[in-house]
T-cell receptor, first 115, second 113 residues
Framework: DAGVIQSPRHEVTEMGQEVTLRCKPI?????LFWYRQTMMRGLELLIY??????IDDSGMPEDRFSAKMPNASFSTLKIQPSEPRDSAVYFC????WGRGNSPLHFGNGTRLTVT | DAKTTQPPSMDCAEGRAANLPCNHS???????VYWYRQIHSQGPQYIIH???NNETNEMASLIITEDRKSSTLILPHATLRDTAVYYC??????????????FGQGTILTVHP
């Protein structure tokens, strides 16, 4: 089991550029989550999917952020245009339905720096 | 989800037990207590969870009080690699709250040689 895989590990971009973060959940997991972590706000849930369908996107900060899950093994989080305040570590996590108490498994994150 | 309260930091000597407390006085009957930890520059790592009974696995033990308003995570023999931020989270088992792990500030555990 390779765990949740995120890419890239680090991303440095200039303000105004489009940024795409990628996530491959654990095979067989049907829930996928995107979190963001900053020193000021800690870990925040941005959006989560069930069976590739977005269930709750109330944590997405603004329209510049969008997330997709075209199939069960891939998800993207896109920021367009990026701003310096988007600098953070973005985590993807997955879990399997069937047991309401199943834990989330996190990837090692993408550290985004917007200059 | 119910809120949790944890001490901001704790110290522990290597080889000794680390007991990390958590208060969750507004927990509901169907809400589980979860513990995660985050080692610097890594994603949060699941440790253990429980509903009302005490739980033990290869990493830790979880003691939940009878009224479920507080719990303690026990690392029986702490090592330097256990130095991390430990998060106590209360989470519902279904409905729209499913998956909504709400992380607080956690406890920074420092294990000393």
């Amino acid at each position: 089991d390779a765990g949740v895989i995120q890419s890239p590990r680090h991303e440095v971009t200039e303000m105004g550029q489009e940024v795409t973060l990628r996530c491959k959940p654990i095979s067989g997991h049907d829930y996928l989550f995107w979190y963001r972590q900053t020193m000021m706000r800690g870990l925040e849930l941005l959006i989560y999917f069930n069976n590739n369908v977005p269930i709750d996107d109330s944590g997405m900060p603004e329209d510049r952020f969008s997330a997709k899950m075209p199939n069960a093994s891939f998800s993207t989080l896109k920021i367009q245009p990026s701003e310096p305040r988007d600098s953070a570590v973005y985590f993807c996590a997955s879990t399997q339905w069937g047991r309401g108490n199943s834990p989330l498994h996190f990837g090692n994150g993408t550290r985004l720096t917007v200059t | 989800d119910a809120k949790t309260t944890q001490p901001p930091s704790m110290d522990c000597a290597e080889g000794r037990a680390a007991n990390l407390p958590c208060n969750h006085s507004t927990i509901s009957g169907n809400e589980y207590v979860y513990w995660y930890r985050q080692i610097h520059s890594q994603g949060p790592q699941y440790i253990i969870h429980g509903l009302k009974n005490n739980e033990t696995n290869e990493m830790a033990s979880l003691i939940i009080t009878e009224d479920r308003k507080s719990s303690t995570l026990i690392l029986p023999h702490a090592t330097l690699r256990d130095t991390a931020v430990y998060y106590c989270i209360v989470r519902g088992a279904g409905g729209t709250s499913y998956g909504k792990l709400t992380f607080g500030q956690g406890t920074i555990l420092t294990v000393h040689p």
